[in-house]
Nanobody, 123 residues
């Protein structure tokens, strides 16, 4: 059974930084692309960033230049470094994994999901 466990969320002031981590177990970590999504209250889940097995990345326009996705295949872990945080970044952040190699930015392209970690940015 595939499990994804996120950590690293919390409360931070605007302009601050956080690093989210997602540990994957139950499958060969390096076999597919990984992604981060977020969902704010009353809004749909939205794409944040994705990374392939080889390290190619894609980010949403709203976070480009502020957030960085990375992965450590030896540790079965994917990270999301978030800098210059804004109140609009407040959301539950979800880690996701897919069975395919290519980048994807739609939630339905991912087969496995974590439980989410709350990020709150105060003004």
């Amino acid at each position: 059974q595939v499990q994804l466990v996120e950590s690293g969320g919390g409360l931070v002031q605007a302009g601050g930084s956080l690093r989210l981590s997602c540990v994957v177990s139950g499958r060969t970590f390096s076999s597919g692309a990984m992604g981060w999504f977020r969902q704010a209250p009353g809004k749909e889940r939205e794409f944040v960033a994705a990374i392939t097995r080889s390290g190619a990345t894609r980010s949403a326009d709203s976070v480009w230049g502020r957030f960085t996705i990375s992965r450590d295949n030896a540790k079965n872990t994917v990270y999301l470094r978030m800098n210059s945080l804004k109140p609009d970044d407040t959301a539950v952040y979800y880690c996701a994994a897919r069975n395919f190699l290519g980048l994807a930015s739609e939630a339905y392209d991912y087969q496995y999901w974590g439980q989410g970690t709350q990020v709150t940015v105060s003004s």
